[in-house]
């Protein structure tokens, strides 16, 4: 019965424990929550422009909001630094390591949860492999599949995905209420059963949580890949040749355009836990 | 112990010698239940009530075979209780509802229908059936977080009863309900009761609950888990606010109540009594010599 405190925050809450009636009447999150947010936001774009022709600042040490969207516009995409086709190509490299690396970490999830053998081989590697400094084999991959190969690139980010999603996949289908089942013996059930009707559920708040850091991880894995060398249309090579060719203000928009696809990225896998699981985002009480 | 063909007019379930010991590296470490035998009735209301850790819910969890006895047998309706498991004799409440989360109210209740194969237009019609018998009929497409403690323990006494189990298992369902739901749930459970006719076996540490739902109170005493005594309750039903104010209501709490106090302490009482005893019979006969 302990509370599921995850590696990762926002774990879902434990079925059963903790609830009052009255949760469900809530609306939905008015502006007035979002509000301070933004006016903070707008406060520190609107500070930099001013702070940026109050000193003068030179573009290479802090160029002007303005300055990056003009850059931003300028470089969208046509000429040296086409941002937009890059970000997509970026985009497509982050996908990839996404779908892979959770393929991969959910099988080893469902497998060490299955099979106590399996947890007590795979987990200390997994979680050794985790304290690597992964980005460090980014070299070694663009070795291995080829400088060009966007695999490579996919295959950084993977390998960074994998680990999320495979530790809080395992945690929601192993951490399951003792109480919930002893019910499921009750009722005689299968094994297989019981993986599908209180296991996988159990686990899906996990494997959202999860899924929506390996957004940001993916696209971190494929941008530092591509610092490395490989195709010269992605947004890693764009950040690296525009700020050794001192364009700092094409450099800004390029993060301005990773940040925005990273945001995107959240959003959707956000976006498809509220539809896929209504009713954990009603137990944390922010429908 | 038992003969096959006793199985029809014999009780529903039997106990038989029944011990239990919690053992760590090949030592006793706790005697959980000690010489348990016990009979239940068809269609009986019976509590099993004692101190904390005098084995009652595992006694419980015995009958129900979710844990297994370190000796002794249980027998329902004839049958080893791990058959009668597999059989589907048992409806279990637990203390904590445990409902999902993801399911709605109904789909809760669902939930045995569709492990036993029901299909689905039975399900619905049988789930809505037994939400009305809770008087939850108007929440069955809520979820279970939006439902109070109470509302929560009645869905999940209704799951127990969706599939007309032999035998309903209720391990301090109300423990952790305020008094006032704990007395509208016991007349809900006797109501649920005399409409269904089931045999219930009721985990308790409340001695009014006890005497107020069973037909018959059995007493445990501590270390090691013993029946100290079986006290028939004579109210009579149906049970009501009148019978929380009669007489034989307050005489049955005493008389459990006592009983729970000298459990344990019995073989004290009995050996000073027979010392007293002697002491008498010598000092009479020696009035006499």
Redesign the interface.
């Known amino acids: 019965m302990s509370a599921s405190a995850g590696p990762l925050p926002q774990t879902a809450g434990v079925p059963g424990r903790g609830r009052t009636a009255g949760q469900a009447g809530r609306g939905a999150r008015s502006l007035g929550t979002y509000l301070p947010a933004i006016l903070v936001f707008v406060g520190v774009i609107v500070g930099l422009e001013l702070l940026g022709n109050l000193l003068k600042l030179q573009t290479f040490i802090l160029p002007k909001p303005s300055a990056v969207l003009a850059a931003l516009g300028a470089n969208w995409s046509t000429g040296r630094f086409a941002l937009l086709p890059s970000a997509l190509n970026t985009l497509q490299e982050a996908l990839l390591g996404l779908v892979i690396g959770t393929v991969v970490g959910l099988v080893v999830a469902f497998a060490s949860a299955r099979w106590a053998s399996a947890r007590g081989i795979l987990l200390p590697l997994a979680v050794a492999a985790n304290a690597v400094p992964i980005i460090a084999f980014a070299p070694l991959l663009n070795n291995w599949f080829g400088l060009l190969n966007p695999l490579s690139k996919a295959l950084m980010a993977a390998v960074l995905v994998f680990f999320p999603i495979m530790a809080n996949v395992t945690r929601g289908l192993v951490q399951v209420e003792p109480a919930s089942l002893e019910l499921m013996r009750s009722y005689a059930a299968s094994e297989w059963t019981i993986l599908r009707k209180v296991r996988i559920p159990n686990a899906l708040p996990y494997f959202f949580t999860a899924l929506k850091v390996a957004t940001t991880l993916s696209l971190i894995g494929a941008i530092v890949g591509e610092y490395f060398g490989g195709s010269a249309t992605v947004l890693g090579r764009m950040i690296v040749q525009s700020a050794s060719a001192l364009k700092f203000d094409v450099t800004w928009a390029a993060i301005l355009l990773g940040a925005v696809t990273g945001i995107v990225f959240y959003l959707l896998v956000a976006l498809a836990e509220r539809v896929v699981i209504p009713w954990a985002a009603a137990l944390r009480g922010d429908t | 112990m038992t003969a096959p063909n006793s199985a029809a007019a014999g009780p529903v379930v039997r106990v038989a010698g029944v011990d239990k010991t919690f053992s760590r590296g090949g030592r006793v470490v706790t005697k959980a239940l000690e010489a348990i035998d016990l009979d239940v009735v068809r269609g009986e209301f019976i509590s099993l009530i004692g101190p904390s850790g005098c084995g009652k819910s595992t006694l419980l969890r015995i009958v129900?075979d979710?844990t297994s006895p370190s000796a002794g047998t249980v027998t329902v309706n004839g049958k080893p209780a791990e058959r009668a498991?597999?059989?589907?004799d048992?409806?279990?409440v637990?203390q904590?509802?445990?409902?999902?989360?993801?399911r709605t109210v109904e789909d809760n209740v669902k939930?045995?229908l569709?492990?036993?194969g029901w299909n689905a237009a039975r399900r619905t019609a049988r789930a809505r059936e037994m939400l009305d018998l809770v008087e939850l009929g108007e929440f069955v497409k809520?979820?279970?977080?939006?439902?109070?403690?109470g509302?929560?323990q009645r869905v999940a006494i209704a799951r127990a009863l969706a599939f007309e189990p032999a035998i309903l298992?209720m391990d301090e369902p109300f423990g952790a309900l305020d008094e006032m739901t704990r007395e509208r749930m016991n007349d809900e459970v006797l109501r649920i009761w005399e409409q269904t006719g089931t045999t219930v076996i009721f985990v308790t540490h409340s001695i009014p609950e006890a005497v107020y739902l069973s037909s018959r109170v059995v007493v445990m005493s501590a270390r090691p888990g013993r029946i100290t005594k079986i006290v028939d309750v004579d109210l009579p039903r149906p049970r009501s606010e009148d019978t929380r104010e009669s007489r034989r209501y307050f005489e049955l709490v005493t008389e459990v109540r006592e009983a729970l106090r000298s459990g344990g302490a019995d073989l004290d009482d009995a050996g000073t009594m027979a010392g007293t005893g002697s002491i008498d019979r010598a000092m009479a006969e020696g009035a006499v010599g």
């Open positions: 129900g979710l498991r597999r059989d589907r048992y409806g279990m637990f904590a509802p445990v409902l999902f989360d993801w939930l045995p569709e492990i036993l809520h979820h279970p977080y939006q439902l109070s403690g509302m929560q298992l």
